[in-house]
């Protein structure tokens, strides 16, 4: 997970405080502490959130300064913790996804993120309602004209160097670079102006899941005290911010918020994860006239060099499974070359196996190929489409879903380009069962009864 980033960072020395304990509120005192909280949300009008490490451990990912964190077992000399699962598969937890539920309710005004993880972009957050400090291990970017692209893989550089691709815009076609920053890079401005806004304009600003401890990011939520806002800190460990907090909860962040959000009534939607691949049929000369060469390609939408890492094997078989032989392809690039008679119409058969993580082990895709009939481009409603597939995952409780996006055709060489979206993987999350047990909540604000819904420091320019 981060430990592929870790270690594509700079070697120093100092990286503050690690191995710090973990306290935890009593069950009774907890309770209190989340009514308490639920209701501080309830009457904000400029509620701001600020994220650390700690809001994504339920995802898989070590975080830094805890008893079992990256930074921790390095300077003791233990190995690091194994992956759950890769990186590029990590799915937002409960507190991310309720997050969403916030914003959407009007009540969540801007998160300020300290995590490289991007989930808060995949959980869905307006990036206009985001600020991602030390960047973002899946997001590339123009130098020249600005534009941000968000990958399904993770992006192979730090330090905002140069990456292997290009922007796609033909008017710039600069060389990209990554977001993520080293230690020695100062906080980006783009990212630093509107969190310092926000937080200005912040009655509440939540801290989830972060020790505090390095400037100048630590800061930031002590802008809002200025006006008259509010610090609320919920994190297993100490900080140097307590004593400026109004409110310090040490409880697991999940179940933190997990009831909050049953206090304020709000539903906490599934996440649903898509993925989008490329089918592209591309014809050849051939000297003999009798036959058509075809060339099978199934590559990443963001480049045709980059890779597919949700795809671990396509296995390619054909309607007709006596005229045509099948094969099974292992490595990237998925490439397959043919020759039938320009006259026949037939129909691929792609049987997609998904690599670890992904929510379902395989599914297949239909391609018609028919080299005699000219075929008109068109786009559909991606966002429609993409809708529905998340609407049909969400009714069915499944992935596995798949649809057509876009077609298009290039005459010269004649090729064939299909856009697919497929739903990889499906989260839902049962507030409830957070408040089993430990913490119950058995009323709401002013006495009355609410309805349960179900639903599935050291100075340093940044860092962790």
């Known amino acids: 997970m981060s430990l592929g980033y870790a270690e594509k960072l700079s070697y120093i020395e100092d990286v503050g405080n690690v191995g710090m304990s973990e306290f935890f509120d009593s069950s009774h005192v907890l309770q209190e502490k989340i009514e308490r909280l639920a209701e501080m949300i309830q009457k904000s009008k400029h509620l701001v959130v600020f994220t650390g490490a700690g809001i994504s451990t339920s995802c898989g990912i070590p975080d830094f300064r805890g008893p079992k964190g990256i ?18 598969r990590a799915m937002p937890s409960m507190t991310h996804m309720a997050l969403v539920e916030l914003e959407k309710a009007g009540i969540l005004k801007f998160i300020i993120s300290q995590n490289v993880d991007g989930l808060h972009l995949r959980s869905g957050i307006p990036r206009e309602k985001l600020a991602e400090l030390h960047g973002n291990s899946f997001m590339e970017v123009c130098p020249s004209c600005g534009v941000e692209y968000l990958r399904d893989f993770e992006v192979e550089t730090i330090g905002l160097k140069e990456t292997s691709r290009r922007c796609s815009d033909v008017k710039c076609g600069s060389k990209l670079k990554d977001t993520v920053l080293d230690w020695e890079d100062a906080l980006p401005t783009k990212e630093m102006l509107p969190s310092e806004k926000h937080c200005r304009m912040a009655d509440v600003v939540l801290c989830l899941g972060t020790s505090l401890q390095i400037t100048p990011a630590c800061n930031l939520p002590l802008k809002c005290l200025r006006g008259g806002g509010k610090i609320i800190i919920v994190n297993l460990q100490k900080t140097p911010k307590d004593k400026k907090a109004s409110l310090v909860i040490h409880g697991f962040v999940d179940k933190v918020i997990a009831g909050v959000m049953n206090l304020l009534n709000l539903r906490i939607a599934p996440y649903v994860r898509i993925d989008l691949l490329q089918v592209i049929i591309t014809q050849s000369l051939s000297l003999d006239e009798r036959y058509v060469n075809w060339n099978l390609r199934v590559v990443s939408v963001h480049a045709l060099k980059a890779p597919l890492p949700f795809i671990k094997s396509i296995e390619v078989s054909f309607a007709d499974a006596q005229k045509y032989k099948a094969a099974v392809l292992h490595d990237q690039p998925f490439n397959l070359k043919r020759r039938t008679a320009p006259a026949e119409a037939f129909e691929i058969l792609l049987k ?9 082990p395989s599914i297949q ?23 529905n597939l998340k609407e049909k995952a969400i009714q069915d409780l499944c992935c596995g879903q798949n649809a057509l996006i876009e077609r298009k055709v290039i005459l010269e060489p004649k090729t064939e380009v299909a856009n697919h979206a497929i739903v990889t993987n499906i989260k ?24 349960r819904k179900r639903s599935f420091g050291r100075k340093r320019k940044s860092r962790f």
């Open 352 to 360: 997609l196996n998904f690599s670890d993580g992904c929510g379902c």
């Open 365 to 387: 895709i239909n391609v018609p190929v028919n080299f005699k009939v000219s075929s008109d481009c068109f786009n559909l409603d991606k966002d429609l489409t993409i809708r």
């Open 428 to 451: 839902a999350f049962n507030s409830d069962s957070w408040s089993n047990g430990d913490v119950k909540h058995p009323r709401g604000f002013n006495g009355i009864r609410t309805s």
């Open 71 to 88: 930074w921790t077992l390095q300077r003791e000399g233990k190995p690091l913790p194994e992956a759950s699962l890769p990186f590029h």
